[in-house]
């Protein structure tokens, strides 16, 4: 082996190091974007049920106000 040869295996291991701190980090990375989307999709589907549920009330405050009118109407008569 020449002098050149273990400096180059000493670089190489050092790249070899860095590239496994990247991979963990980027492995963490992707771990913590997986958590925040399954939060992300449980805050949708909160807000998606509420929105729902005060469209329902809402028709549901439409359809009895009506229904009163029109008993109003029919009584009166």
């Given at each position: 082996?020449?002098?050149?040869?273990?400096?180059?295996?000493?670089?190489?291991?050092?790249?070899?190091?860095q590239n496994l701190i990247a991979i963990d980090k980027l492995t963490k990375d992707i771990e913590e974007q997986r958590q925040e989307a399954k939060e992300l999709g449980l805050r949708f589907g909160y807000y998606q049920q509420s929105t729902q549920a005060i469209v329902n009330l809402a028709f549901s405050l439409i359809a009895s106000a009506t229904i009163s009118v029109f008993i109003t109407v029919v009584l009166k008569r």
């Open positions: 082996m020449t002098a050149s040869q273990p400096d180059r295996l000493d670089r190489l291991e050092a790249l070899a190091e």
